[in-house]
């Protein structure tokens, strides 16, 4: 079975973000970028389903300006097999994302999709629920657990009271919550052997798909700023604080 | 035109959370419905209906919806959006799994997690795990939402507002209910909770999040929440996490013992009254945004603590 496994990079997690004083958008100017870590969760899930025989090939795909080569290198270095760029400088949003993915399913006719459950940058936990309604596919979205059969996938997800399986006929889509799996680092051999693997260069205009923004940015701006308080020295102090200045025992 | 809301509940019970987004709908201007969507669901339509300024209640009851799937909720919300300008779910795991998919069959671009109304068009929501905030246009013609509850207040009570049923979609969707596990406790739930008690990674060990961290919650009446580091690690089930990815949550009071307080964490609890943080470590960056700090051994300050609260009738 071939499984689709779209990615996307973003700035990475560990860095600080910053509100552009214009109010225009956050500083991506030589800031670092990686590969979503829900969608690095998404990879390590297809890579250990081919390992288990239960995939066959893995195609890994990625929409954005030319340096999202990087991230779909990152994909095909921790084992996918190859790679479908579709190169824009726009931004993308959820629901043209979820049109240019369903092009590429179409193409490619995989059994299952397995995407990140949200990128951390926009927040937005849309475009794999959005990618099933269009292809009037079954989903699974915050999966910690997937295990695949020829004709379904039974999926563990996590839901606010707890855990939830749920048995998908295929093709379906999945989406990755965190315990799902813990991403490898990609050997050097494996990163050289990347190189090599085929990523295929693409338009949105090859889809039909107009990335035209539905939604206009007013501004961005700062959330307010929490100030610290006080350090007490004791849980005396503190329960005196809480009780007669805060009000809330 | 009228704006819908779908109703958070368990069949049986309306979650609180509906109220709060009645608040949201009902500051895009227009009158405001509420679908109850689910299998032997009368109870819940029932509590809607008393929800103040509602003008009806729509009541989709059927096996499909027992379990609130979203291929399920999809083919029930879409075919009523033709007399709807908006539709709008809390966004908690059932309304983050089915809202985009409504979004898509009516092809507009959904606004997630929104934490304020300006107008019918324009919100805010958090971006980058709350470290900018979004003001945005939808340019589409309907709108699809989901609302962080805890930035609302709820619709007060007193209403009366009919109750219709609507169609409820047939089985069949290519997903099968397998099984759940889910949490028992009866502790408040997380997300409506007025005090927060949440354990990080330097509790150690489950059966120390269990021998520390659960007390200290029953005695305040709390609810116990948990760093993803804690519950990565295996101290605390999943639906304990607060944070960017996890639950939002803005109780009275959260205090925060064991946790370092990355921004991820700091997303999901940032909007809480009072907060108070119980770590060892000086520098750590829960300091930067807690009332209260309490530097010391949380093996010690916890059970003090305890004790403490119990002299004063806790």
Same mark, same amino acid.
């Given at each position: 079975?071939?499984?689709?496994?779209?990615?996307?990079?973003?700035?990475?997690?560990?860095?600080?973000?910053?509100?552009?004083?214009?109010?225009?958008?956050?500083?991506?100017?030589?800031?670092?970028?990686?590969?979503?870590?829900?969608?690095?969760?998404?990879?390590?899930?297809?890579?250990?389903?081919?390992?288990?025989?239960?995939?066959?090939?893995?195609?890994?795909?990625?929409?954005?300006?030319?340096?999202?080569?990087?991230?779909?290198?990152?994909?095909?270095?921790?084992?996918?097999?190859?790679?479908?760029?579709?190169?824009?400088?726009?931004?993308?949003?959820?629901?043209?994302?979820?049109?240019?993915?369903?092009?590429?399913?179409?193409?490619?006719?995989?059994? /299952?999709?397995?995407?990140?459950?949200?990128?951390?940058?926009?927040?937005?936990?849309?475009?794999?629920?959005?990618?099933?309604?269009?292809?009037?596919?079954?989903?699974?979205?915050?999966?910690?657990?997937?295990? /695949?059969?020829?004709?379904?996938?039974?999926?563990?997800?996590?839901?606010?009271?707890?855990?939830?399986?749920?048995?998908?006929?295929?093709?379906?889509?999945?989406?990755?919550? /965190?315990?799902?799996?813990?991403?490898?680092?990609?050997? /050097?051999?494996?990163?050289?052997?990347?190189?090599?693997?085929?990523?295929?260069?693409?338009?949105?205009?090859?889809?039909?798909?107009?990335?035209?923004?539905?939604?206009?940015?007013?501004?961005?701006?700062?959330?307010?700023?929490?100030?610290?308080?006080?350090?007490?020295?004791?849980?005396?102090?503190?329960?005196?604080?809480?009780?007669?200045?805060?009000?809330?025992? | 035109?009228?704006?819908?809301?779908?109703?958070?509940?368990?069949?049986?019970?309306?979650?609180?959370?509906?109220?709060?987004?009645?608040?949201?709908?009902?500051?895009?201007?227009?009158?405001?419905?509420?679908?109850?969507?689910?299998?032997?669901?009368?109870?819940?339509?029932?509590?809607?209906?008393?929800?103040?300024?509602? @003008?009806?209640?729509?009541?989709?009851? +059927?096996?499909?919806?027992?379990?609130?799937?979203?291929?399920?909720?999809?083919?029930?919300?879409?075919?009523?959006? +033709?007399?709807?300008?908006?539709?709008?779910?809390?966004?908690?795991?059932?309304?983050?799994?089915?809202?985009?998919?409504?979004?898509?069959?009516?092809?507009?671009? !959904?606004?997630?997690?929104?934490?304020?109304?300006?107008?019918?068009?324009?919100?805010?929501?958090?971006?980058?795990?709350?470290?900018?905030?979004?003001?945005?246009?939808?340019?589409?013609?309907?709108?699809?939402?989901?609302?962080?509850?805890?930035?609302?207040?709820?619709?007060?009570?007193? +209403?009366?507002?009919?109750?219709?049923?609507?169609?409820?979609?047939?089985?069949?969707?290519?997903?099968?209910?397998?099984?759940?596990?889910?949490?028992?406790?009866?502790?408040?739930?997380?997300?409506?909770?007025? @005090?927060?008690?949440?354990?990080? @990674?330097?509790?150690?060990?489950?059966? !120390?999040?269990? @021998?520390?961290?659960?007390?200290?919650?029953?005695?305040?009446?709390?609810?116990?929440?948990?760093?993803?580091?804690?519950?990565?690690?295996?101290?605390?089930?999943?639906?304990?996490?607060?944070?960017?990815?996890?639950?939002?949550?803005?109780?009275?009071?959260?205090?925060?013992?064991?946790?370092?307080?990355?921004? !991820?964490?700091?997303?999901?609890?940032?909007?809480?009254?009072?907060?108070?943080?119980?770590?060892?470590?000086?520098?750590?960056?829960?300091? !930067?945004?807690?009332?209260?700090?309490?530097?010391?051994?949380?093996?010690?300050?916890?059970?003090?603590?305890?004790?403490?609260?119990?002299?004063? +009738?806790?």
């Amino acid at each position: 079975m071939k499984v689709l496994v779209p990615v996307k990079r973003v700035i990475d997690y560990q860095v600080k973000v910053r509100v552009k004083p214009d109010q225009t958008g956050v500083d991506l100017a030589n800031v670092k970028m990686s590969m979503n870590p829900f969608c690095e969760i998404a990879v390590e899930e297809a890579v250990r389903l081919k390992e288990k025989n239960a995939a066959t090939e893995i195609v890994v795909v990625s929409i954005g300006p030319q340096a999202a080569q990087e991230t779909l290198r990152t994909a095909l270095a921790m084992g996918a097999d190859r790679g479908i760029h579709i190169v824009t400088d726009d931004i993308v949003e959820p629901l043209a994302v979820a049109k240019l993915l369903k092009g590429v399913v179409e193409a490619e006719q995989p059994g /299952l999709v397995i995407l990140g459950k949200q990128a951390i940058d926009d927040d937005s936990n849309q475009t794999g629920q959005m990618l099933a309604a269009l292809l009037g596919w079954p989903q699974a979205t915050f999966a910690s657990k997937v295990e /695949l059969a020829p004709d379904a996938a039974t999926v563990t997800r996590e839901v606010d009271g707890g855990l939830q399986t749920l048995r998908l006929a295929l093709p379906a889509i999945v989406t990755t919550d /965190l315990r799902l799996n813990e991403p490898r680092y990609a050997s /050097l051999p494996n990163i050289m052997k990347a190189k090599k693997k085929e990523i295929a260069a693409k338009a949105p205009a090859d889809f039909g798909v107009s990335t035209a923004p539905r939604l206009k940015v007013v501004k961005v701006t700062e959330p307010p700023k929490r100030q610290a308080g006080i350090k007490v020295k004791s849980v005396q102090e503190l329960v005196d604080k809480l009780k007669n200045e805060a009000g809330v025992l | 035109m009228p704006v819908l809301v779908v109703a958070s509940h368990d069949n049986a019970i309306l979650k609180e959370a509906t109220a709060k987004v009645v608040t949201a709908a009902a500051a895009m201007g227009g009158e405001v419905d509420i679908l109850v969507a689910g299998e032997n669901a009368a109870a819940a339509a029932s509590s809607a209906a008393t929800i103040a300024s509602v @003008r009806k209640v729509l009541l989709a009851d +059927g096996a499909a919806l027992a379990r609130q799937g979203a291929e399920a909720l999809e083919a029930t919300i879409v075919p009523l959006m +033709g007399g709807y300008d908006a539709v709008l779910f809390a966004a908690d795991t059932t309304g983050k799994n089915a809202a985009p998919r409504v979004a898509a069959k009516l092809d507009v671009m !959904q606004l997630s997690g929104v934490t304020e109304v300006l107008s019918p068009n324009t919100f805010v929501r958090p971006i980058y795990a709350g470290n900018a905030m979004l003001t945005v246009e939808s340019t589409d013609i309907k709108k699809v939402v989901t609302v962080q509850a805890t930035a609302f207040r709820p619709a007060g009570a007193g +209403g009366s507002a009919p109750i219709e049923s609507v169609a409820a979609p047939a089985e069949g969707f290519g997903s099968t209910f397998v099984g759940e596990e889910l949490s028992k406790s009866d502790r408040p739930e997380l997300t409506a909770a007025k @005090r927060i008690v949440s354990g990080g @990674r330097a509790l150690g060990s489950d059966e !120390q999040f269990r @021998r520390l961290i659960e007390p200290l919650a029953d005695r305040l009446g709390a609810a116990v929440g948990a760093s993803r580091a804690a519950v990565d690690a295996g101290y605390a089930p999943n639906d304990y996490q607060v944070g960017q990815t996890g639950k939002v949550v803005a109780p009275e009071l959260y205090i925060a013992v064991g946790i370092s307080g990355a921004i !991820q964490h700091l997303a999901g609890m940032k909007d809480s009254k009072v907060i108070v943080a119980i770590n060892k470590d000086d520098d750590a960056p829960i300091f !930067q945004v807690a009332d209260y700090s309490l530097v010391g051994d949380l093996f010690t300050l916890v059970p003090e603590l305890e004790t403490e609260l119990a002299k004063i +009738g806790y």
